[in-house]
């Protein structure tokens, strides 16, 4: 079919005319609050001002630059904070038909659907980044495109899809299967430093952004001993190597003493959990700047909530026995001064309780500051993100929220978010502009 010239040229002047109007009147949006906490760690400021330009933050404080008949938002007593950034989710791993026997039925459209509705609670509750740490079947990586094309809301998705382990080790999909059944969809068992590279490329070739491996056992995987190092420590150090060569960073799942050094010294970027670090750990931490991921909160409230979240009884007689020595590992990890990035593990736990992980830093020991600090710029630097996240500064995304109160006072006002912007959009808390469009837009990330 050939188009006539004329109307070729008019649909063209028309796009190029779109374009230009559409970018000179980039909305701009004050919002105000009595207070401000930057996430840099700096202290607390009064009041609390951003102004946001399009999807960008383009001035903050008291000497903001105030464009004339900008749209306000004023929120009054509360305290404008960055978009929060967990640093350790399983998106697509909490919700009906994702646990236990239900795998052997549930597909990656399931999980992808599951993943979309968990998404959409994390922004809820104030997390505009997430750093995905495993699930089945590439779902993850569905669910980030499907929010990054407009199709879904929920938070900027970096994401691991498939964990490495080794053959019977915590991301084995077949341990606790009779040998008879085959495992069809695609896994991260590797063995050897030459299936361990190859095993980093084809993940980074299917769209992953980061690596996570199984330095060790763990609590939920069925046979395996937390204590017990996985990976030799010549494989860690190869995939490591692999991954950082590649441009990426990476992710040790750690519990046992030994497969947390042997993944610090490998030269990981953060170790989750860290169930048994010592102090000779802690140090190797500082030494080598390796973030500490505590996923705190599902550990002081594992007893409390173990029936509810449904773990099965050969995993609850190995994560009973590993809580309270979790638990004093955070509380001395802290004192000694591990960097922190937050990290929830929501997917063992529940996705919109994530705020609670603030309360429990500092119930083992941070200050309120620091709590806020381990999930805005911290988990900002550990996902190398820095640049465009983590704070509230000219230059950086408009991800913006506010909780009622002062959260220096009291820690648990992080569990109520009463205003959620992403990307200058805003979810929760204030009207949106109307919509020009109905058809799903692209966010631009
Ligand atoms: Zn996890």
Known sequence: MTIPRRILFATLLVGVLARVVTIGAEPVTVIRAAR????TGRELAEPGIVVVEGQRITSVGRAAQLPPGARTIDLGDATLLPGLIDAHTHVTSEGPGTRGLDRMSATGADYSLVGAANARRMLMAGFTTLRDLGGFDYADLAVKRAIDRGLVVGPRLFVATTPISITGGHGDPANGLSPDLAIQYPTGVANGVEEVRAKVREILRNGADHIKFAATGG??????????????????????????????????HAHGNEGIKAAVKAGVDSIEHGIYLDEEACRLMIQHGTYYVPTLWIADSYFDKYKEWGIPSYAHDKISQFIPTALKSAEMAIKMGVRVALG??????????????FAAYVKYGMTPMAAIVAGTSNAAKLLGQENRLGSLEAGKLADVIAVPGNPLTDITRMEHVAFVMKDGVVHVGAPQAPATSSRPTASRR
Do not use: N, Y
Not at 36 to 39: N, P, Q
Not at 344 to 357: C, F, I, N, Q, S
């Open 36 to 39: 401000l906490i930057d996430g």
């Open 219 to 252: 609590g939920l995987s069925r046979g395996t001993k937390p204590t017990a190092q996985h990976f030799t420590d010549e494989e860690m150090t190869v995939l490591v190597a692999e991954a950082h060569r590649l441009g990426v960073k990476v992710a040790a």
């Open 344 to 357: 929830t593990d929501a997917g063992v736990g529940e996705h919109h309780l994530a705020g609670k992980e």
